[in-house]
């Protein structure tokens, strides 16, 4: 039901459709836009900064360029909601019952107004100059514009630096808007954001100018929340013949109170009452990641030189707790998680205990660094990884690859907790020993209680939690309540007692165990909470490859989901007791 029947959006089909509006009709379309963003991010979540802070900048583009002909590429794309609203997609914000009809992201699948699906950083710049350099190829008398829109921190990622550098060889039409809003997800790091704010100071007249020093032209607009100056600055520099740099100031979260005091907070929401802005979830209790830093708290206090290292997402960790009892110890080296992983492991090699803290799905920008850097060289950092798990979330931001993508790499060890004294024995640990890097990937589900059964990990022992026979579930991590309904499940229809295994480990086996399991078992079940493809049930598949066991694996296919409930998930990757049980049933019955 669409909520807003008398609001102008509702005019606007096309892009087409606002060029012949007035300065004030295109401020009441800037007003109501603002308002759907915030309705429907209170219900069922979203970016809201970002979103509210480019309005204007959106509808100027719009305004002013010829989309699809003239293309945009949004870096992240999280600020891409009023860009949806005017190509095509606006009931997914007029109509609740249409809120979830859309990805929080570019999708070319959506509208042809979109390029890319693109939700991770730094990215926009580069796919620019490859649109560009295929359009002078392919068609040299064209006159299409390609816009690039960087922001929200994007710029410290080292893509960008290596898209601006190739930029300034283009003898053609690039436009790249620099979205200047002073803030990353949290906090801008590092001297660029001081030379940006230089460049701020002085109207963009400072010497100190990175951009002209790669050889791009440039151009400053103080108020990049006025429609006006928007629209002359894009109609100045419409069909431009050479690559120039627009750096634009905006305000994240204009519009609303609680999004301008709190930009980090509002960078992403879970639903709130739009009201007071107070969150609709359930109040926090304990966590897994406040027990791993009151863990660091007490190494510190025992004179263990622990430092704390994160990529522009300290809030992901609760790190401000961390950084405002230990500001010494407490790095962000913004959006670059490759220099994250080398600092850290610079840092293990000159001893310190490095603490690295990465979210699965933005860890694989680091991958070289893991292999090439923390790896080939056994350095000693302790890294835990949030995230990884088979998620509702867009395509973009599948944590499902981490065990994969870690796991093939030598020298590295890989821990899996199934409660919060496990993941604390397994950090003491991984802080106390310099032998190898250690990675683990802290439990996302609700916190579980439980107990250690091992505090040195240099020898993985499998913690056999019940004895049985016939079918042995191993249960990985987060997956291990599935593990526990899987072996009452067995019971229940086939009247097996399975046994019961907590591996701890993604990376390392223990033989005797796999060895002695053949003696009275059928078959072994693995259940991951990842992406089967490279992962620990090919581990155990392996070891069982020249003997007589049957191994089942259970997690997800190598596929991308994108924003499909998890329910639904778990059906289609047969991740219920219902259909393992059903499966090992066939499995069974055909030996």
């Not at 915030?38 to 219900?43: P, V």
């Not at 816009?147 to 039409?173: H, P, Q, R, T, Y």
């Not at 973009?396 to 496990?422: C, K, R, W």
Request: glycine content about 8%; hydrophobic content about 40%; aromatic content about 8%.
């Amino acid at each position: 039901m669409n909520r807003h029947p008398d609001y102008l959006l509702n005019e606007v089909n096309e892009p087409e459709d606002i060029k012949g509006m007035s300065l004030d009709e295109l401020k009441q379309l800037a007003r109501e836009m603002r308002q759907l963003v915030l309705e429907r991010d209170a219900a069922i979540g979203g970016h809201v900064g970002p979103n509210l802070g480019v309005m204007e900048l959106t509808i100027a583009y719009h305004y002013v360029f010829n989309s699809p002909h003239d293309k945009v590429i949004w870096d992240v794309s999280h600020q891409s909601y009023p860009h949806k609203m005017l190509t095509g997609r606006k009931m997914a914000f007029l109509d609740p019952d249409h809120y979830e009809d859309i990805s929080g992201f570019t999708s070319p699948e959506e509208s042809n107004h979109d390029f890319f699906e693109i939700g991770h950083t730094s990215t926009s710049i580069a796919l620019a100059v490859g649109m560009a350099q295929a359009r002078d190829l392919l068609n040299p008398e064209s006159t299409d514009n390609v816009v690039a829109v960087i922001g929200d921190g994007s710029l410290s990622g080292g893509l960008a630096f290596e898209g601006l550098n190739n930029a300034a060889k283009l003898k053609s039409n690039l436009i790249i808007v620099v979205n200047d809003n002073q803030m990353s997800i949290d906090e801008n790091q590092g001297g660029l954001y001081n030379g940006l704010k230089e460049l701020r100071d002085t109207k963009g007249q400072s010497e100190n100018n990175i951009f002209k020093f790669m050889g791009l032209d440039y151009r400053y607009i103080e108020n990049g929340n006025d429609l006006q100056t928007m629209i002359n600055a894009f109609k100045d520099v419409k069909d431009i013949d050479h690559p120039i740099v627009l750096h634009v100031c905006t305000q994240k979260g204009l519009g609303y109170e609680p999004a301008m005091k709190e930009k980090m907070a509002y960078h992403w929401r879970t639903p709130f009452d739009l009201k007071s802005g107070e969150g609709k979830g359930k109040s926090k209790s304990e966590s897994y990641s406040d027990a791993i830093l009151t863990e660091l708290d007490r190494q510190i206090d025992a004179g263990v030189p622990v430092v704390a290292l994160n990529s522009a997402i300290p809030g992901v960790f609760d790190l401000k707790k961390f950084q405002a009892k230990h500001p010494d110890r407490y790095y962000d080296v913004g959006i670059a998680e490759q220099d994250c992983i080398s600092t850290a492991v610079a840092m293990a090699v000159a001893g310190a205990r490095p603490v690295v803290f990465q979210n699965s799905t933005f860890l694989q920008r680091a991958y070289d660094q893991l292999i090439h850097d923390m790896a080939l060289n056994d350095a000693p950092i302790v890294m835990i990884v949030r995230g990884g798990t088979i998620a509702t979330e867009s395509a973009t931001h599948q944590g499902s690859f981490d065990i994969s993508m870690i796991s093939d790499l030598p020298n590295i060890e890989y821990l899996a907790p199934t409660n919060v004294e496990e993941l604390i024995s397994m950090l003491r640990w991984a802080i106390k020993q310099t032998d190898q890097p250690v990675v683990i990937r802290q439990p996302e589900k609700p916190l579980l209680h439980g107990k250690a059964t091992q505090d040195n990990y240099s020898n993985i022992k499998y913690d056999i939690a019940h004895h049985g026979s016939e079918v042995a579930i191993m249960a990985v991590g987060d997956f291990w309540e599935l593990g526990e309904k899987v072996c009452a499940e067995l019971k229940k229809k086939l009247n097996i007692d399975a046994t019961l295994i907590n591996p701890k480990s993604l990376t390392g086996i223990d033989p005797e165990v796999l060895h002695h399991l053949a003696e009275n078992h059928d078959v072994v079940v693995t259940l991951e909470d990842g992406n089967l493809s490279g992962g620990f049930g090919e581990t155990i598949d392996r070891y069982y490859g020249p003997k007589s066991m049957k191994v089942l694996n259970f997690g997800a296919p190598r596929e991308f989901a994108d924003n499909v409930p998890l329910e639904v998930l778990y059906e289609w990757y047969h991740l219920t007791p219902k259909q393992i049980v059903d499966d090992i049933e066939k499995v069974i019955h055909s030996l």
